[in-house]
């Protein structure tokens, strides 16, 4: 079985996509930060459905803590060929002048460093094999800014695409596809983080399709962008944001 892994699997888009990968006959390794016992559940769910799937723990900001997470997975003896970089986090809305640059390296070290070093590791592992997808999570704030919320947040997203443009270039003569979606306004759990819950109801009147997505929706683009269904596809990202 070959292993895909998902960082912030624990719950929201992560959840729904490992879910996903896991049908698709990924032995699916779950990273979570903090809530181990959540992802516990995913796992025990993929395995009810006759998956297999492991949890590891990671802060993806910290090099070493990634590097034992890889060496987690190398244990397992099965080859990763697909990694997702999902893990992501914002804090409460606000202008750009109320900013810190503690809260500015904290954004940008665990949603760009993190991505960074997930995608190295990653690398080092699939390249010997000439195979592998990498799908990294980036938001439509890359495209749109976030101003008056987190533009922080956006402008770490718009780094995930650059690198995600330059990765796939140097990679792609070896067998890798790299590739981004960028969803927004997907009911999870990392609004309250922004500090307003309900974020998404609020704005879903605005968007052209007037609705805000599912994790499911999101967790779909991402597991079609693995697969060889997508096999000619790389430096590319999906937007997944009702047409924002
Ligand atoms: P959630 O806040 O619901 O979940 C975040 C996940 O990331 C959790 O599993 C959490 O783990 C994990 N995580 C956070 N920090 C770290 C870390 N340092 N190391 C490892 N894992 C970490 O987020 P969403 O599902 O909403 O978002 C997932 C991705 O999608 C993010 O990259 C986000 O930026 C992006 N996105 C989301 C949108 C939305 O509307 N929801 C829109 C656009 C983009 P734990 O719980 O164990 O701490």
Redesign the pocket.
């Known amino acids: 079985m070959a292993i895909a892994l998902v960082?912030?699997?624990?719950?929201?888009?992560?959840?729904a996509t490992a879910l996903q990968l896991a049908q698709e006959g990924y032995r699916v390794a779950l990273?979570?930060?903090?809530?181990?016992q959540?992802?516990q559940e995913v796992v025990e769910q993929i395995q009810r459905s006759g998956g297999d799937a492991f949890a590891v723990q990671?802060?993806?900001?910290d090099e070493s803590q990634v590097m034992q997470m890889f060496a987690r997975i190398d244990k397992e003896a099965q080859p990763l060929v697909a990694l997702v970089n999902?893990?992501?986090?914002?804090f409460t809305q606000c202008r750009v002048e109320a900013l810190s640059a503690q809260r500015i390296n904290q954004v940008l070290t665990?949603?760009v460093t993190?991505t960074f070093l997930c995608c190295r590791e990653a690398i080092k592992r699939m390249v010997p094999h000439q195979r592998g997808a990498i799908v990294n999570?980036?938001?439509?704030?890359a495209r749109l800014g976030s101003p008056g919320e987190y533009v922080d947040?956006a402008a770490s997203?718009g780094a995930v695409d650059t690198l995600t443009t330059g990765l796939a270039l140097e990679v792609a003569a070896q067998g890798i596809r790299v590739n981004g979606v960028?969803?927004?306004?997907?009911?999870?759990?990392?609004?309250a983080?922004g500090g307003e819950a309900g974020r998404?109801d609020r704005v879903k009147s605005q968007l052209p399709m007037r609705r805000g997505?599912q994790?499911e929706e999101?967790a779909q683009a991402i597991a079609w962008l693995l697969s060889d269904k997508a096999s000619y596809v790389t430096g590319s990202f999906i937007d997944l944001a009702g047409g924002k």
């Open positions: 960082t912030g699997a624990s719950r929201g888009i992560g959840r990273n979570y930060h903090t809530h181990a959540a992802a990671a802060d993806i900001a999902n893990a992501g986090i914002l665990t949603n993190g999570v980036s938001s439509a704030a947040y997203k960028r969803p927004g306004f997907i009911y999870t759990e990392m609004h983080s998404v997505g994790p999101v």
